[in-house]
C-alpha cells in the first residue's frame, strides 16, 4: 500500500549488515513509494544522517562497530547543528537471539520494533503507524498548551516558565497526552505508546503515573486543570470546558 504522504515521498535510513536483507527492503520499500537510503553499517548510517535528512529510520540493532543502539542515541541527540529531525521516527529491527535488544532499543528512544526474520507486511504497517503519528509534528517542536511547554526534544516541561522536575515515564506520558490535548486518549492506547505493552494488560501503571503527574502539575500552579480521568476510558489533557 502506497504511504506518500501527498506529492512527497518519504525519505528513509534503512541500516542493515546483510546485504540481502538491505536489498529486500530498499526494493520493496521503493515499490512502496518510500525513498530508502541505504546504510550496511553504523558508521555510513551516520554519515548519511548529514547529507540525506531522512524522515524516518529502520535500524538493526545488531550492527558490527558503531551499534544499532549508538545510531538510535545519534539520531536523537541531534542538535539544532545537525541536519536531520532528532525526532524522526524510529523503527528497529531484533534478532530472536537476545530479546532484551527490542527493550533496549524502545529504552534508547526508538519508537516501535520488528522480530527477525520479520514479515514485510508488518514492517510496513509498523512503519506506516508511525509516519501517520508524525504527521505534522516532529520531536524538535515544543508543544504548547496555554503555560504548559512540553518539549520533548530536550525532555523538559515547563508550566507558567518553571521546569516541571518529571521522572522519563511522567514526561512521555505529558507529552502523549499535549499531542493533541483534547482528546480522550484511552489505557490501552496510552500503554502501547507510552510503556510499549502489547495486547490485553491489567495494569494500574497508568493510574498511578497520571495521578502523579497531575499532583506535580498542580504544585507549579496548574491546579486541577490537567491530566483529566474521563471514567471507563482514559485521560485527557484537558478537561471539556477549556
Known amino acids: ?22 536489498d529486500f527492503l530498499e526494493a520493496n520499500l521503493s515499490a512502496d513509494r518510500f525513498a530508502p537510503v541505504p546504510a550496511t ?4 548510517a551516520t554519515t548519511l544522517l548529514r547529507t ?6 529502520i535500524i538493526d540493532i545488531g550492527l ?29 529491527l531484533s534478532g530472536h537471539a537476545d530479546p532484551h535488544d527490542a527493550v533496549r532499543g524502545i529504552e534508547r528512544g526508538a519508537d516501535d520494533y520488528v522480530t527477525k526474520p520479520f514479515h514485510y507486511p508488518e ?11 508524525a504527521r505534522g509534528v516532529t520531536l524538535s517542536e515544543p508543544l504548547r498548551v496555554g503555560p504548559l511547554v512540553v518539549d520533548r526534544n530536550a525532555r523538559r516541561a515547563l508550566l507558567n ?11 512521555a506520558l505529558l507529552a502523549a497526552l499535549a499531542k493533541d490535548p483534547g482528546r480522550v486518549w484511552t489505557k490501552r492506547e496510552l500503554l502501547r505508546d507510552v510503556w510499549d505493552y502489547r495486547g ?16 506535580k502539575l498542580a504544585r507549579h500552579g496548574g491546579g486541577e486543570r490537567y491530566v483529566i480521568n474521563v471514567w471507563g476510558v482514559g485521560y485527557r489533557l484537558l478537561p471539556d470546558d477549556a
Do not use: Y
Open 64 to 92: 558490527p562497530g558503531i551499534s544499532g543502539l549508538d545510531v538510535v542515541d545519534t539520531i536523537r541527540e541531534g542538535g539544532t547543528d545537525d541536519p536531520w529531525d532528532p525526532g524522526m521516527p524510529i523503527l528497529i
Open 123 to 133: 514492517v510496513i504497517a509498523r512503519l506506516g503507524a508511525l509516519l501517520r503519528r
Open 1 to 22: 500500500m502506497p504511504l506518500a504522504i501527498g506529492d512527497v515521498v518519504p525519505s528513509l535510513l534503512v541500516v542493515d549488515d546483510d546485504r540481502n536483507t538491505l
Open 161 to 171: 516558565g518553571r521546569v516541571v522536575d518529571l521522572s522519563a515515564k511522567e514526561f
Open 200 to 215: 490485553e494488560t491489567r495494569t494500574r501503571t497508568v493510574d498511578s503515573h497520571a495521578s502523579r503527574l497531575r499532583r
Open 41 to 44: 553499517s553504523g558508521e555510513e
Open 52 to 57: 540525506s535528512r531522512p524522515d524516518a529510520a
